[in-house]
């Protein structure tokens, strides 16, 4: 099936006089005729839901829906996209072990790679998404376990030449793991350049109406954990916590998602709320519609601003005149999404005095959503660090990041004049 009909239908078929809609299954737990038909589950001998923390059907009906989309195995709904990424590192590292991330990502996984996985012994080397080989393959050391990159970099939008960082990361033996939530599947299926595993903030354009935190971790199956089995005991030696399961033999091609699912989700939890579940699952109806919309709102502003002399720089890969532009029609030939990256001529003060002047692009911490809203790095997110600082972490002092919504482009661009007159 195109895409546009899996958004509407993968993962759900109601059988004779079921709903139509998705239901929310709004139960902690789940109830068994023998203790020992319960017993099994625990032993992971038969498949089964007992209990939310670890799994839920509306969850699974949701995470279906998304992994048949990225053209996965398997798929697990998690909390936050926060919550997805860090499972999706730690399900195959641990205290010793090191990883490879790409400088240019969105700061909470900047944070959360950069200061939590340290303080939790798993080391790390930053690359610029745009090393040179010999850099990127220098890297890598003797315990690396993971590479990881944004398909699209928020709040940057740079493109991620996948197949290269797939082909480095798989001639060590590792998985590529793609933060794909700028594009969604719609415009870029990651696995299908290389990557192995692929996470997403479900928060921004899957749920698309700003109602729900969440995220979703998707394996291909592709990758050959026991080719690899020295570097991957937690999925190639006996778990002690489940008998001595070796999951690799277990469950074949589902082996790392279903580890995600019976160890860290068992011990660590942040699954995410079936209600949100439910929402998600609504949003994904109409995520092949929006993002079309999303794009083509995007590329019209985007065209606007570069024509305004008021306007510095400009970053959206759906410009000619992008440096991206050629790896964007190789990787996101459908649009990209629908963020961008500027900056103003003059000072900081004369940018804050532009988003003060707008009245429908409104002032908010979030993106990709259906509203347009406008967000200056400097100012908030990264406010602690001075203008040397910013430029380490790969961001302008004067970058202002804009989302584009579902509004119609003529009021957006309106609202973007009448705010760079004054
Ligand atoms: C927002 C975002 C995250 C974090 O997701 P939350 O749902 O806010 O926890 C991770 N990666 C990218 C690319 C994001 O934009």
């Given amino acids: 099936m195109k895409k546009g009909t899996q958004c509407v239908h993968a993962g759900y078929e109601p059988k004779n006089g079921e709903p139509r809609q998705m239901p929310v299954y709004q139960s902690t737990t789940f109830k068994y005729d023998s203790s020992d038909a319960m017993g099994r589950l625990f032993d992971l001998e038969a498949s089964g839901y007992f209990y939310t923390r670890l799994q839920n059907p509306t969850n699974d009906l949701v995470a279906a829906r998304i992994a048949e989309l990225e053209g996965g195995v398997g798929a697990v709904l998690t909390s936050s996209g926060q919550a997805a990424n860090?499972?999706?590192?730690?399900?195959?590292?641990?205290?010793?072990d090191h990883m490879i991330t790409t400088a240019n990502i969105y700061g909470g996984t900047y944070n959360l790679i950069g200061w939590s996985f340290r303080?939790?012994?798993?080391?790390?080397?930053?690359?610029?998404?745009?090393?040179?080989?010999?850099?990127?393959?220098?890297?890598?050391?003797?315990?690396?376990?993971?590479?990881?990159?944004?398909t699209l970099t928020n709040p940057g939008v740079r493109v991620l030449?996948?197949?290269?960082?797939?082909?480095?990361?798989?001639?060590?033996?590792?998985?590529?793991?793609?933060?794909n939530t700028f594009p969604t599947p719609v415009n870029c299926r990651p696995i299908e350049f290389g990557a192995d595993i692929v996470t997403h903030s479900t928060t921004k354009y899957m749920d698309g109406q700003g109602v729900t935190v969440g995220g979703v971790v998707v394996d291909s199956g592709k990758f050959d954990w026991m080719a690899h089995a020295d570097k991957y005991p937690g999925l190639c030696t006996p778990d002690a916590s489940y008998h001595g399961l070796v999951y690799a033999d277990k469950f074949g091609k589902a082996a790392y998602i279903t580890k995600l699912v019976t160890h860290l989700m068992r011990d660590f939890g942040s699954i995410q709320a079936p209600q949100n579940a439910f929402y998600l699952g609504l949003g994904l109806q109409t995520l092949h519609i929006r993002m079309k919309k999303h794009c083509e709102n995007a590329l019209a502003v985007a065209r606007f601003l570069e024509s305004c002399p008021e306007?510095?720089?400009?970053?959206?890969?759906?410009?000619?005149?992008?440096?991206?532009?050629?790896?964007?029609?190789?990787?996101?030939?459908?649009?990209?999404?629908?963020?961008?990256?500027f900056g103003l001529k003059g000072d900081r003060a004369r940018a804050e005095r532009f988003m003060d002047s707008l009245k429908l692009v409104t002032i908010e911490t979030h993106v990709a959503d259906c509203h347009s809203c406008i967000l200056h790095p400097a100012s908030h997110t990264h406010?602690?660090?001075s203008d040397d600082q910013l430029r380490e972490a790969g961001v302008r002092p004067d970058l202002m990041r804009l989302s584009i919504g579902l509004e119609e482009a003529e009021d957006l661009i309106a609202d973007l004049k009448?705010?760079?007159a004054k």
């Avoid at 998404?129 to 376990?145: G, I, Q, W």
């Avoid at 996948?162 to 933060?179: K, N, S, W």
């Avoid at 959206?316 to 961008?340: F, H, I, N, T």
């Fill in 161 to 179: 030449d996948i197949e290269r960082f797939a082909a480095t990361a798989h001639r060590h033996g590792v998985p590529l793991i793609v933060d």
């Fill in 418 to 420: 009448q705010a760079l």
């Fill in 311 to 341: 306007v510095a720089w400009i970053e959206y890969p759906g410009l000619e005149s992008d440096p991206m532009y050629a790896r964007a029609q190789k990787y996101l030939p459908g649009g990209s999404c629908g963020v961008m990256a």
């Fill in 119 to 150: 303080k939790m012994g798993i080391d790390v080397t930053f690359v610029d998404m745009e090393a040179s080989d010999e850099e990127l393959e220098a890297a890598f050391k003797p315990n690396t376990k993971l590479v990881f990159g944004e």
């Fill in 383 to 385: 406010r602690q660090l």
């Fill in 86 to 96: 860090f499972f999706a590192c730690f399900n195959i590292c641990e205290a010793g």
